[in-house]
Nanobody, 123 residues
Framework: VQLQASGGGLVQAGGSLRLSCAASGETISSSAMGWFRQAPGKEREFVAAISWSGGSTYYADSVKGRFTISRDNAKNTVYLQMNSLKPEDTAVHYC?????????????????WGQGTLVTVSS
């Protein structure tokens, strides 16, 4: 599976962005999907995950209530809607395809990773 993340950019605090993760090569309809991010000088951290059907989602406390993960299996694509962005959301955001169907939050549970898209939030 190849994952292509897009939609990052520069936005002011309080603004919104929508990230997309398009999969190719294989269908992701049977895989849980996740978003992670890595800020400069920091370790990669979990952001959000969604089960194979979209019926279950899970968020990091830092983004709960502001971010929404969704998926369109017909388009082989996963989305991350980011609202009320804060400067601390600045990071390279990565999408990943899980090894199983259900939501997981640790990076080692994900088999495939995209190249990342940079989100920069100015104050």
């Amino acid at each position: 599976v190849q994952l292509q993340a897009s939609g990052g950019g520069l936005v002011q605090a309080g603004g919104s962005l929508r990230l997309s993760c398009a999969a190719s090569g294989e269908t992701i309809s049977s895989s849980a999907m996740g978003w992670f991010r890595q800020a400069p000088g920091k370790e990669r951290e979990f952001v959000a995950a969604i089960s194979w059907s979209g019926g279950s989602t899970y968020y990091a406390d830092s983004v709960k209530g502001r971010f929404t993960i969704s998926r369109d299996n017909a388009k082989n694509t996963v989305y991350l809607q980011m609202n009320s962005l804060k400067p601390e959301d600045t990071a390279v955001h990565y999408c990943a395809a899980g090894q199983g169907r259900w939501v997981v939050v640790t990076g080692r549970e994900y088999a495939y990773w995209g190249q990342g898209t940079l989100v920069t939030v100015s104050s």
